[in-house]
């Protein structure tokens, strides 16, 4: 064995909830139980399937796949629209259990978690962490239901972990040592590995770099000189034995919410109703995180493939709806596609924290703004989303579903 491995007690845990909203939804109607199940954000057959049940996986159905396409090859599978409220309150129950092991605690994903057990009690690590996994198996069945199952890796570094965790889906449980390391790899494929995709195995192969065991013995100077020409080979280097890299939090630097349009025929109206509405959901995330901005981005697309954007940057931050979409009317308005539109976007950027503010010869607007607005999500908070909103979405509602964010749990 190698000795830059690192061989360490395995003290990081990675929890993913096996095919999570389709399970949620199995949990939910015992009907579904044993049934090819995909879940979608929009009741079409051109929609796009974002979660399959594993019956429906055994026929081939894959993620990303059209529900058109899937019903080809899997006659029975049943579509369910997606349905947050249920995911959420999935995702907060198990992030209470897994807080009971540690201190520190991250949610990846609405569906995938990491226990860092180096800032567990004594007692906790004291005890045969595999077995601290089976705890938290048997508590997702009997808190939250019996048709619940998670993958459980356990790994010296957040990537180990990980990995571990997808080497027996569903349900499995796998500890990943030192020791473990070459027959682990010497059964995957590079692809196999979080973050090698298909342009970073081109990398990889024209070095001729063609499994993960060749990846795990490269030397650090071909990766990084070579292959990444970056520190990311380094890191590369580092992470497959076992070292910790991941360990780390990104600042939030833009908020934002898209949509794609019911259909290419929409009016000019119809279109400023939905950007506002997604201006509404983009200033409601914004100050969730109690942040303020000063920049507004919009873009849309076509069917033809045409891709239009405009920015802005104000002087002065700001937080309200109105602000938002006041800005991003204006940027549409100056020469955005007006026919055959797919798909509209809005966001904000240049993010600052939202304190008391500069006054200014508008100060006393400014602050009624801000006590409306304040008044606004309170009701929101405590009544549901979009209980109040502006007039002029009014018909949206029909259209523009809450999504569920697959990269980021800061609003969930």
């Known amino acids: 064995m190698r000795n830059d491995y690192n061989t360490a007690r395995p003290l990081i845990m990675h929890i993913d909830l096996n095919s999570c909203f389709a399970t949620v939804e199995q949990q939910a109607r015992v009907r579904l139980r044993g049934r090819p199940v ?7 057959e051109h929609t796009a399937i974002i979660t399959a049940s594993y019956e429906a996986k055994a026929c ?57 057990f180096s800032e567990s009690t004594a007692q906790i690590l004291g005890r045969d962490l595999k077995d ?15 048709a619940m199952r998670c993958n459980v890796g356990l790994g010296t570094n957040r990537f180990l972990a990980k990995t571990a965790a997808g080497l027996h889906k569903p349900d499995g449980l796998d ?45 650090v100077q071909v990766l990084e000189k070579q292959v990444f020409k970056s520190v990311c080979g380094v890191e590369w280097h580092q992470r497959l034995r ?41 200033g409601a995330k914004l100050r969730s995180q109690r942040m303020a901005a000063r920049g507004v981005a919009v873009y849309a697309k076509t069917y033809e493939r045409e891709y239009w954007k405009a ?45 008391d503010r500069q006054l200014t010869l508008f100060g006393d607007a400014l602050a009624c703004e801000r006590r409306l607005v304040s008044a606004i999500d309170t009701i929101n908070n405590r ?16 259209y523009i579903r809450q999504k569920i964010p697959f990269g980021s749990t800061r609003y969930l």
């Open 132 to 146: 601290v996994g089976m705890e938290i198996k048997h508590r997702l069945k009997t808190e939250i239901g019996e």
């Open 242 to 282: 076992g070292w910790e890299v991941d360990k780390r939090d990104f600042p939030l630097r833009t908020v934002g919410r898209q949509y794609v349009l019911e259909g290419g025929h929409l009016t000019r109206q119809q279109v400023l109703e939905r950007l506002h509405h997604l201006a509404e959901e983009t």
């Open 311 to 355: 920015r802005r940057i104000l002087p002065l931050p700001f937080t309200s709806d109105r602000a938002i979409y006041e800005i991003a009317q204006q940027l549409m308005s100056g020469g955005a596609p007006t026919a055959s539109l797919r798909e509209i976007g809005v966001n904000c950027y240049e993010l600052t924290e939202d304190t």
């Open 175 to 219: 500890e990943v040592w030192a020791h473990d390391l070459r027959n682990m790899y010497g059964s995957l494929k590079l692809t196999d590995l979080t973050g090698i995709a298909h342009r970073n195995q081109a990398r990889l192969n024209g070095l001729g770099i063609y499994t993960a065991l060749e990846f795990l013995d490269a030397p």
């Open 38 to 44: 995909a879940i979608v954000n929009r009741r079409t």
């Open 383 to 398: 009544f549901g989303r979009r209980t109040i909103h502006s007039a002029h979405t009014l018909e949206t509602n029909n």
């Open 60 to 116: 081939g159905v894959k993620v990303g796949m059209r529900f058109r396409d899937a019903k080809k090859i899997c006659p029975d599978i049943i579509m369910l629209e997606s349905d947050p409220p249920k995911y959420r309150y999935v995702y907060h129950k198990l992030l209470k259990i897994m807080n009971d092991y540690s201190a520190h605690v991250r949610m990846k994903s609405i569906d995938e978690g990491v226990i860092d």
